[in-house]
């Protein structure tokens, strides 16, 4: 037989095997694209599923599921839509009891469940509730009328200073010599 032809078969095996292994080891990708990433509570979210495997729609699952979280990650809700060729639409209804705050919108299919959670899609939704707004203690510093700050970067001595509602800094040398000063 001629060497070139054994050449040829070898290389488009080699090819075949590896297009094989590398369409097998694929996960399943979900993308949810929402109508909005900030609502009120008792809206509506709106969303449209693409479920990939590689580059082409997926066929391998038929149920979408769509978890709703708090900030704290407890699940709120969670929705089961039809796949139907890599594609899923639906709404999910915030619930009017909800605090203001930042929760997350979770979106997989059971054959994701057989591989690792980070390939899970999340999308964080801001939720605005004007009744029960989000109550964040802040301690508030009173700053000293005087106060000073400084210190040496690379040989650079830097100093600022507050004292009386104006602001004066001082850049030197380590040497001492006065590279330049400003107030206001």
Not at 57 to 81: A, C, H, M, Q, W
């Amino acid at each position: 037989m001629n060497p070139k032809y054994h050449l040829l078969k070898s290389a488009i095996l080699l090819c075949l095997s590896f297009a094989m292994i590398t369409t097998h080891g694929q996960n399943e990708r979900v993308y949810l694209h929402v109508d909005k990433y900030s609502c009120r509570v008792a809206d509506t979210l709106w969303f449209k599923a693409y479920i990939s495997k590689g580059a082409l729609p997926s066929s391998l699952s038929t149920n979408l599921y769509v978890d709703l979280f708090t900030p704290k990650g407890i699940p709120l809700s969670r929705d089961v839509f039809p796949i139907f060729q890599g594609i899923s639409i639906g709404q999910i209804k915030v619930p009017d009891s909800l605090v203001t705050g930042n929760y997350f919108l979770r979106a997989f299919t059971r054959f994701q469940l057989n591989y690792d959670t980070t390939d899970f899609f999340n999308v964080p939704i801001m939720v605005y509730n004007k009744e029960r707004p989000y109550i964040s203690h802040h301690m508030k510093q009173a700053p000293s009328l005087n106060q000073t700050t400084s210190g040496i970067i690379k040989g650079i001595l830097w100093t600022t200073s507050l004292s009386g509602g104006q602001i004066s800094s001082l850049l030197a040398i380590d040497s001492g010599e006065v590279m330049g000063t400003c107030s206001w």
